[in-house]
C-alpha cells in the first residue's frame, strides 16, 4: 500500500511563508501524477497544484505566482513553497498521487481531485494577523 506523509504545516502570518513536504513510500510505475490539494471545512477539496513525471507543472489561478510545487525523486519527496500567504490560504493541505497517469491526466487531476488515488492525512495552514 502506498503511504504518503506530509508535513510543514503550521501557523503563519499573511504575506509570510510555508513550505510543506510530503514523502511517498514507494512509486509503483514512472509515470505519476503528483499533487498538492487543500479544503477548508464544510467546502469541496480544490487543487493547488500538480506536477507529472515529464516535470509539467499546473497551478490554479489563486496560487499562480506565489507557491511553487517540486520533487525530489532521489528522496521520494514533494513539496510546496508557499509565499506571500494570505488569509484564504489557510486549510489543510493534502498531497496525492496516481500512478499511470501523465500529461493531461495530470492537468486535468487539477481540477478534478478524485482522479487521485493515494492520499495522505493532510497537514494545517492557517493564515492569520
Known amino acids: 500500500q502506498v503511504q504518503l506523509v506530509e508535513s510543514g504545516g503550521g501557523s503563519e502570518q499573511p504575506g509570510g511563508s510555508l513550505r510543506l513536504s510530503c514523502v511517498i513510500s514507494e512509486y509503483t510505475n514512472s509515470e505519476y501524477c503528483l499533487g498538492w490539494f487543500r479544503q477548508v471545512t464544510g467546502k469541496e477539496r480544490e487543487g493547488v497544484a500538480v506536477i507529472d513525471s515529464y516535470g509539467t507543472t499546473n497551478y490554479a489561478d489563486s496560487v499562480k505566482g506565489r507557491f511553487t510545487i517540486s520533487e525530489d525523486n532521489a528522496k521520494n519527496a514533494l513539496y510546496l513553497q508557499m509565499n506571500s500567504l494570505k488569509r484564504e490560504d489557510s486549510a489543510t493541505y493534502y498531497c496525492?498521487?496516481?500512478?499511470?497517469?501523465?500529461?493531461?491526466?495530470?492537468?486535468?487531476?487539477?481540477?478534478?481531485?478524485?482522479?487521485?488515488?493515494?492520499w495522505g492525512k493532510g497537514t494545517l495552514v492557517s493564515v492569520s494577523s
Open positions: 496525492a498521487v496516481v500512478f499511470g497517469g501523465a500529461g493531461d491526466y495530470c492537468s486535468r487531476a487539477l481540477f478534478a481531485y478524485q482522479r487521485m488515488y493515494y
